[in-house]
């Protein structure tokens, strides 16, 4: 957590790769600049402009609470261990997936209610 707010990441476990010690070996593919620069076809940025449109981002496994799966919450005590969490989870039944409620604006999510709501 930074600055003291929880923060998960919700993944199924077909994305995780347990053998990667962190983020840095993660190729992030690169969207096409005509996602940012066009809209409907018309150009909306000045020619020329540099655009850097990722795909996705990783964000540093010191700043992640917890990865929420369709096999359960791995939480972070200080690291991962996400080859131990697999091995765990591995005979652990995937539920359907529940539609998700609606929250009262403004509701802090704290770790224990994100488990609370992964029970259910």
Same mark, same amino acid.
């Given at each position: 957590?930074?600055?003291?707010?929880?923060?998960?990441?919700?993944?199924?476990l077909?994305?995780?790769?347990?053998?990667?010690?962190?983020?840095?070996?993660?190729?992030?593919?690169?969207?096409?600049t005509?996602?940012?620069?066009?809209?409907?076809?018309?150009?909306?940025a000045?020619?020329?402009?540099?655009?850097?449109? !990722?795909?996705?981002? +990783?964000?540093?496994? =010191? @700043?992640?609470?917890?990865?929420?799966? $369709?096999?359960?919450?791995?939480?972070?005590?200080?690291?991962?261990?996400?080859?131990?969490?697999?091995?765990?989870?591995?005979?652990?039944?995937?539920?359907?997936?529940?539609? !998700?409620?609606?929250? +009262?604006?403004?509701? =802090? @999510?704290?770790?224990?209610?994100?488990? $609370?709501?992964?029970?259910?």
């Amino acid at each position: 957590a930074h600055f003291g707010v929880p923060f998960f990441v919700a993944a199924t476990l077909t994305t995780v790769d347990p053998n990667m010690p962190d983020g840095a070996g993660i190729p992030i593919e690169e969207r096409s600049t005509e996602e940012i620069t066009h809209s409907n076809g018309r150009r909306v940025a000045p020619e020329g402009i540099q655009v850097f449109n !990722p795909a996705f981002d +990783v964000t540093p496994a =010191a @700043l992640i609470t917890g990865i929420i799966t $369709e096999r359960g919450a791995a939480m972070s005590r200080g690291a991962f261990d996400m080859v131990a969490f697999m091995a765990e989870k591995a005979s652990v039944p995937v539920k359907a997936a529940p539609q !998700p409620e609606l929250r +009262v604006v403004g509701q =802090a @999510l704290t770790e224990d209610s994100a488990k $609370e709501y992964i029970v259910k």
